[in-house]
């Protein structure tokens, strides 16, 4: 079952920040993040890992509720080179072989 | 040091034709993917091949074939078009397996059948 994101489309200034949503129904062992501009391929940000690891960009936060199944990515001082989709994916556990991916938020970022 | 390539980036096909989409990475990765994209749906799977000489289904495989044809090259198959397999097919690959490691995706070939 695929993760569910929200919000699904966001426009911000340049400078403003955003935080983007993604919820699943099983307990998770990690989320990983992915931004995808238009008519490119999808570029890796960050794994968060159950237990509190994260790997990934310097830049960009993320956070992971082990809990509530819940990981959400904040976007601080957005930039125009933000703009892109946003997706995020989700393992179920450690030795799982595949990802779940999101459906994706859209983010656009205006002078 | 290319990464993921794909060939070919454009294909239009009619329905009933077969068609092989080629992807290779120079990595050294042990674990391939295939993804289909289309509006709305984000990326979803259809087969991966956690190592070389192995393959398992993904979300979607129906209507699909793939060979892990060494450790670089993972071929995806369609035997007879349908339109509903007008998409973006992404081909991925990570060092390791899917829970632990990023994975590296090709520019996708677009495919439409009519």
Known sequence: QQPVQSPQAVILREGEDAVINCSSSKALYSVHWYRQKHGEAPVFLMILLKGGEQKGHEKISASFNEKKQQSSLYLTASQLSYSGTYFCGTAITGTASKLTFGTGTRLQVTL | ?114
């Open chain 2, 1 to 114: 040091n290319a990464g993921v390539t794909q060939t070919p980036k454009f294909q239009v096909l009619k329905t009933g034709q077969s068609m092989t989409l080629q992807c290779a990475q120079d990595m050294n990765h042990n674990s391939m993917y295939w993804y289909r994209q289309d509006p709305g749906m984000g990326l979803r799977l259809i087969y991966y091949s956690a190592s070389e000489g192995t393959t398992d289904k993904g979300e979607v495989p129906n209507g699909y074939n793939v060979s892990r044809l060494n450790k670089r090259e993972f071929s995806l198959r369609l035997e007879s078009a349908a339109p509903s397999q007008t998409s973006v097919y992404f081909c991925a690959s990570s060092f390791l397996t899917g829970s632990y490691n990023e994975q590296f995706f090709g520019p996708g070939t677009r495919l439409t059948v009519l």
